[in-house]
Nanobody
Framework: QVQLVESGGGLVQAGGSLRLSCAASGRSFSSYAMAWFRQAPGKEREFVAAISWSVCNTYYADSVKGRFTISRANAKNTIYLQMNNLKPEDTAVYYC??????????????????WGQGTQVTVSS
């Protein structure tokens, strides 16, 4: 079992930056692939970024490539999402997710075992 708690969301102007954190508790965190998804009002939850357990592989949605960076610190049981040059269309609730299997851009939310409660990110124009 893995419990996930996100933090770091907030209100920021377009062009600004935020860093989200996801703290994990439970055993074997370093064995899990981790990812960030987001869900805007009236829309389906969508993939944002993922990182393998070994940190060797990262994956990004085209809409955030070059602006967002996912990272993890296994010693701290934490993953991060550095978000730069934020746009109003990035406004959403951001969720941290984990799974023992690899997470890629095409992974559906229903395929993942563990989720956090989400943190709101609002980007004003």
């Amino acid at each position: 079992q893995v419990q996930l708690v996100e933090s770091g969301g907030g209100l920021v102007q377009a062009g600004g930056s935020l860093r989200l954190s996801c703290a994990a508790s439970g055993r074997s965190f370093s064995s899990y692939a981790m990812a960030w998804f987001r869900q805007a009002p009236g829309k389906e939850r969508e993939f944002v970024a993922a990182i393998s357990w070994s940190v060797c592989n990262t994956y990004y949605a085209d809409s955030v490539k070059g602006r967002f960076t996912i990272s993890r610190a296994n010693a701290k049981n934490t993953i991060y999402l550095q978000m730069n040059n934020l746009k109003p269309e990035d406004t959403a609730v951001y969720y941290c997710a984990g799974d023992l299997h690899i997470i890629r851009t095409t992974t559906r939310p229903s395929e993942l075992d563990y989720w956090g409660q989400g943190t709101q990110v609002t980007v004003s124009s």
